[in-house]
C-alpha cells in the first residue's frame, strides 16, 4: 500500500505543482479585461428626473428625498419635485479643466448632526493654482454655514487634472477621500511625505486616526491610507465586508479598480498595463513585489468615473454588481462579480453621453449623472 502510495505521489505530485506554477503564473492575466463586453438589454426605461446639467460632478440625497448635486463649475444645486434651486455661500473653485466643485456626501448621522461633505479644488495656499481640498458644512436656508476645512492638499499647481476626487464612510465612521496625482506622476504617488496620488482617511472632525499607517512615520503626511494612485474617481463602500473600493483613471489602458487596504502601494507609475498617450512605454513592469495588483483592469481604457454597489431588489438580475460611468465610450458598464472578482460585463445606457457618476438612490433605484444632460432613473420594465 505505502510502495502504490509512494508511485502514485512520484508520478502526480510533479504534474501537480507545474499546474500550481502556471495558475501562479497567469495570476496576472486573470485580472485582464479579457471578458467580451456584452451588448445594452435594453430592459429598462431611463427619466430624466434632473434635467439641464452641465457637468453633474457629485450627487447625494437628503431626508426629505431632494437631491443635493455639485456642478464642476462651482454651483450646489437642491433638486425637488421638479423644482432647482441654487446653494449660496460655496466656496469658491479652481475651475480648470478637471478641477471645480466634486463630490458631495452625507454624514451617517446627517440626521442628528446635519454634516455634509464637499471635495472641490480650491486657490487656498501660497502658490498659484489649485489642489484638491475637503471641507464640512451644514445647510440652512439654502445657504451653506458653519464651513470648516478639514484637509487640503498641496502645493498648488497651474496643471489642470487629476484632482480625483471622491468621498465614502466606512462602517466604522471614517471618512476616505481620494486625490489625484495633479499631473506629477513622477513625484508625488511614491512618496508619503507628499500629497496628491494618495487615498486619505480621517475622522468625520478631520483628525488623524491614530492607527492610519504612516502617524508615525517621520516626515509622512499623516492622513494617507494607501498611496502610488493616479486619479482615482470612483469610490465605493462593499456592502458584503464594509472595504472601501476605488477605481482610477489609467494613462492608455490600464483604469484599475482597487480594493483598499491600509499602508499599501498600488504601483503607479512604477507599474501599470498602461501606456503613454503618444503610444510610448511608461514601465515594462505590470507586477513588482511590494505592490498591490487591481481586482480588475480595463485595457483599452473606459475613462471610468463614479462607482456604485447594487443591492436593491428592483434589479433582481443586477443584484450584487457594480456599475462604473464611462466618460470615454458614453454608457455604464455593469460588472457582475463571483467570489470578489468580475465575471462579465455588460453596457447599458448605451450612448447616453459621458457619465460622470452612478448611485443607487435611498429609494433603491439607480441614478446617473449624464453630462450635458442631467441624473437619469433607471428604471426596470
Request: glycine share 10%; hydrophobic share 35%; aromatic share 10%.
Amino acid at each position: 500500500m505505502t510502495t502504490k502510495f509512494y508511485t502514485i505521489m512520484k508520478t502526480t505530485l510533479p504534474l501537480a505543482l507545474a499546474f500550481l506554477m502556471t495558475l501562479g503564473s497567469c495570476a496576472q492575466k486573470a485580472k485582464k479585461n479579457d471578458i467580451t463586453l456584452e451588448n445594452d438589454p435594453k430592459n429598462y426605461t431611463t427619466q430624466l428626473v434632473v434635467p439641464e446639467l452641465s457637468i453633474p460632478w457629485g450627487m447625494t440625497w437628503l431626508p426629505d428625498g431632494s437631491m443635493l448635486i455639485t456642478e464642476k463649475s462651482g454651483t450646489l444645486i437642491l433638486a425637488k419635485n421638479g423644482k432647482k434651486t441654487t446653494i449660496e455661500n460655496v466656496p469658491e473653485v479652481y475651475n480648470r479643466n478637471q478641477g471645480g466643485l466634486l463630490d458631495i456626501e452625507l454624514h451617517p448621522n446627517y440626521e442628528k448632526n446635519g454634516w455634509i461633505y464637499i471635495t472641490y479644488s480650491s486657490k487656498e495656499g501660497a502658490e498659484k493654482g489649485g489642489n484638491t481640498a475637503l471641507i464640512r458644512a451644514k445647510l440652512k436656508d439654502y445657504k451653506l454655514t458653519n464651513i470648516e476645512t478639514l484637509y487640503k492638499a498641496g502645493p498648488n499647481t497651474t496643471k489642470g487634472h487629476h484632482f480625483g476626487s471622491r468621498i465614502e464612510f466606512d462602517d466604522q465612521g471614517y471618512l476616505y477621500f481620494s486625490v489625484g496625482d495633479r499631473g506629477a506622476r513622477d513625484v508625488n504617488p511614491q512618496d508619503i511625505t507628499r500629497d496628491c496620488g494618495k487615498i486619505y482617511r480621517l475622522h468625520d472632525d478631520g483628525k488623524i486616526p491614530n492607527d492610519n499607517p504612516f502617524v508615525t512615520t517621520s516626515g509622512a503626511k499623516k492622513a494617507i491610507y494607501s498611496y502610488g494612485h493616479r486619479n482615482p474617481q470612483g469610490m465605493a463602500k462593499n456592502p458584503i465586508d464594509g472595504s472601501i473600493w476605488v477605481h482610477e483613471h489609467g494613462p492608455r489602458g490600464g483604469d484599475e479598480i482597487n480594493v483598499i487596504k491600509k499602508g499599501e502601494n498600488y504601483g503607479w507609475p512604477l507599474i501599470t498595463y498602461g501606456i503613454n498617450y503618444s503610444g510610448t512605454t511608461i514601465t515594462e513592469e505590470t507586477a513588482r513585489k511590494g505592490m498591490l495588483q487591481p481586482l480588475y483592469y480595463w485595457v483599452p481604457s473606459i475613462a471610468p468615473s463614479g462607482m456604485a454597489f447594487i443591492t436593491s431588489t428592483i434589479y433582481p438580475a443586477w443584484k450584487n454588481s457594480i456599475v462604473v460611468g464611462s466618460l470615454k465610450f458614453q454608457y455604464l458598464e455593469l460588472l457582475t462579480l463571483k467570489d470578489g472578482h468580475v465575471v462579465k460585463r455588460q453596457k447599458l445606457l448605451e450612448d447616453i453621453g459621458r457619465v460622470r457618476n452612478v448611485l443607487q438612490g435611498p429609494d433603491g433605484y439607480l441614478y446617473a449623472a449624464v453630462e450635458n444632460k442631467g441624473i437619469v432613473k433607471i428604471i426596470p420594465n
